[in-house]
């Protein structure tokens, strides 16, 4: 494999995710919601995201910027990069279709919200967080650019840091007991360990 090839993959990935997105996000908007987080806050985590995963990576994809943070590519990391990208877009499909209309890009409560706890939900809470993880690490793995690569994980894990206390507390008022009971069995985003 080469450095241009993983640029591919990487790309390819973020279209496959799009189109996975898309249908949840077009149903999203039909959907009556009952409590919203939106503001601010959430739009900058939102941003914070978007940068490291999509602005960073495509700068870097289509104009080598940041040039003097690159080092040479080995193939087995592109082959392992292509792995884990695979790996995250099954878990994105997977806890797509299992959240179903309960899904959205920021933290909201529909008026008929379940809880779900089947499917990847079955070990840990936010096995759609555990994906965005994934695909920054295949972002590492495919662009060898000490600056561009890391993006992603310092641009998702600030919106993980920062939301998911929120997330939980705001699934805390909504289930109570039951949500309680479910946190005490399950880990956040790798199951058995956080
Ligand atoms: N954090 C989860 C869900 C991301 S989508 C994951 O990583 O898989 C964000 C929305 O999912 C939020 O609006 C929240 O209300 C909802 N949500 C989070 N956990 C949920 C669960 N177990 N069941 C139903 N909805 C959930």
């Given amino acids: 494999m ?3 090839t993983a640029k591919v993959i990487l790309m390819s990935g973020a279209v496959a ?7 949840h996000q077009l149903r999203a908007a039909r959907t009556s919601i ?18 490291g995963l999509g602005l960073v990576p495509l700068l870097y994809i289509l104009t080598g910027v940041p040039k003097f943070a690159d080092y040479p590519f080995t193939p087995l990391q592109g082959w392992l990069g ?26 909201e409560v ?9 499917g990847p939900y079955r070990l840990v809470r936010h096995p ?14 495919l662009l060898p650019n000490w600056l561009a690569g890391p993006a ?29 009971a479910y946190m005490q069995r399950t880990a956040r985003i790798v199951p058995w360990i956080y």
């Avoid at 995710?17 to 249908?23: C, T, V």
């Avoid at 939106?38 to 900058?44: F, K, L, N, S």
């Fill in 34 to 51: 009952a409590k919203s987080a939106r503001g601010p806050r959430e739009a900058m985590l939102l941003t914070c995201s978007l940068t």
């Fill in 82 to 107: 292509a792995l884990v990208f695979l790996g995250s877009l099954w878990l994105f499909h997977a806890t797509h279709r299992t959240l179903g209309r309960n899904w959205s890009d920021s933290l």
């Fill in 128 to 141: 759609m967080y555990s994906a965005f993880f994934l695909w920054a690490l295949a972002q590492v793995l």
């Fill in 152 to 180: 992603g994980l310092v641009g998702f894990g600030t919106l993980f840091a920062f939301r998911v206390g929120r997330e939980e507390r705001l699934m805390l008022e909504t289930f109570g007991a039951e949500y309680r």
């Fill in 110 to 118: 529909r008026t008929q919200h379940n809880l779900v706890t089947a």
């Fill in 2 to 4: 080469t450095a241009w």
């Fill in 17 to 23: 995710w799009f189109l996975i997105r898309l249908p």
